[in-house]
């Protein structure tokens, strides 16, 4: 059973557009989100968590929300550029030990 | 570059083999875990070594182990591997305490024929 859902297997979008990649998740022992970032040939890249306590963290042009209530989870990117393509992992983080348990991704296009 | 290495990049083999996949964590990190991708699947959570010791398992099969050494590094063992264990494995490293975030290596992608 995915502990951690990520609906959406791609998501195309213009250049300078927002980018909204959604996440569920059903554990709610979960006490960190995470977002990953990977490109083909190349191992996923962090980049923005939130701790379980928050519903918004920020940094530069991503933002993530957490909507706990709902189980859920949103990476927002403003604007969208080119270099945005690639696919996007949501993960949780909540075992003692800090294993992390991912989505399957969503692969991000930004058209010029 | 996450500072996370891992040799060997590719990995072409055949069925009933056994390889070894190297990792070196991140100067300062103690924690490292190894996670493998397969065709159309998110990272699988496999192992976790800390400072040396087994802390956490994950799907990991018995045909496989790890290791972490007192260098830190870690070697992941497949054994009697399978068609179905071509994958991507990644490893990566923690940072103590912080907000969970996790520095993964280039991983390495084996092919088993």
Known sequence: ?112 | DSGVTQTPKHLITATGQRVTLRCSPRSGDLSVYWYQQSLDQGLQFLIQYYNGEERAKGNILERFSAQQFPDLHSELNLSSLELGDSALYFCASRLAGGTGEQFFGPGTRLTVL
């Open chain 1, 1 to 112: 059973d995915q502990q951690v859902k990520q609906n959406s297997p791609s998501l195309s979008v213009q250049e300078g557009r927002i980018s909204i990649l959604n996440c569920d998740y059903t554990n709610s022992m979960f006490d960190y989100f995470l977002w990953y970032k990977k490109y083909p040939a190349e191992g996923p890249t962090f980049l923005i968590s939130i701790s379980s306590i928050k519903d918004k963290n920020e940094d530069g042009r991503f933002t993530v929300f957490l909507n706990k209530s709902a189980k859920h989870l949103s990476l927002h990117i403003v604007p969208s550029q080119p270099g945005d393509s690639a696919v996007y992992f949501c993960a949780a983080s909540g075992g003692s030990q800090g294993n992390l348990i991912f989505g399957k991704g969503t692969k991000l296009s930004v058209k010029p």
